[in-house]
Antibody, heavy 116, light 113 residues
Framework: QVQLQESGPRLVKPSETLSLTCTVS????????WTWIRQPPGKGLQWIGY???????TYNPSLKSRVTISVDTSKNHFSLKLNSVTAADTAMYYC??????????WGQGILVTVSS | DIVMTQSPDSLAVSLGERATINCKSS????????????LAWYQQKPGQPPKLLIY???TRESGVPDRFSGSGSGTDFTLTISSLRAEDVAVYYC?????????FGQGTRLEIK
């Protein structure tokens, strides 16, 4: 059974970098597209981007200048970095798997708050 | 970006009755090369991640009860719950995976009347 688990700091200061890791178990990361999606409190879902196991990335143009997604196949995990954060980046961040059809497995999510 | 617009924003339905949620995309989600609509439906309950219900507009995910069904093609899609149960109270999202960036509808909150 595929499981994804987000980890990382839950509080980030404005202008700093948000860094999260998603550990994948029950499946090899060496296939599929590994995705980050976020959801501000009480709001809808925003797709951030994804990484293929080869390291190829695709980002949402609205965040592209601030986002880096990377993959470490040896550790079976992938990561998100979002720099220059503001309060508008406060959200539940989900890691997920997409593979030729829509996202079918999600992590439980991690709430990241941007505040001084 | 493909804009996904759901209607209504909220819906109250009696137990055992039918619930219908609509989703309209700003561009066609049909790939003519494989005749598939790149449209999915998710259910999200409080404190949980979204759960995939329907993909390719009408294919039910494994384990999803058959009271959930999806229909539509091109730019207009519908999620139908044939006989509402208490555990169906949730927010429902449509989602297009046709183009980058992937986008979601704003969500429809389904409650019991």
């Amino acid at each position: 059974q595929v499981q994804l688990q987000e980890s990382g700091p839950r509080l980030v200061k404005p202008s700093e970098t948000l860094s999260l890791t998603c550990t994948v178990s029950g499946a090899s990361i060496s296939s599929y597209y590994w995705t980050w999606i976020r959801q501000p409190p009480g709001k809808g879902l925003q797709w951030i981007g994804y990484v293929f196991y080869s390291g190829s990335t695709t980002y949402n143009p609205s965040l592209k200048s601030r986002v880096t997604i990377s993959v470490d196949t040896s550790k079976n995990h992938f990561s998100l970095k979002l720099n220059s954060v503001t309060a508008a980046d406060t959200a539940m961040y989900y890691c997920a798997r997409e593979g030729g059809s829509p996202v079918d497995h999600w992590g439980q999510g991690i709430l990241v708050t941007v505040s001084s | 970006d493909i804009v996904m617009t759901q209607s209504p924003d909220s819906l109250a339905v009696s137990l055992g009755e039918r619930a219908t949620i609509n989703c309209k995309s700003s561009q066609s989600l049909l790939f003519r090369s494989n005749n598939k609509n790149y449209l999915a439906w998710y259910q999200q309950k409080p404190g949980q991640p979204p759960k995939l219900l329907i993909y390719w507009a009408s294919t039910r995910e494994s384990g999803v009860p058959d009271r959930f069904s999806g229909s539509g093609s091109g730019t207009d899609f519908t999620l139908t719950i044939s006989s509402l149960r208490a555990e169906d109270v949730a927010v429902y999202y449509c989602h297009q995976y046709h183009s980058i960036p992937r986008t979601f509808g704003q969500g429809t909150r389904l409650e019991i009347k």
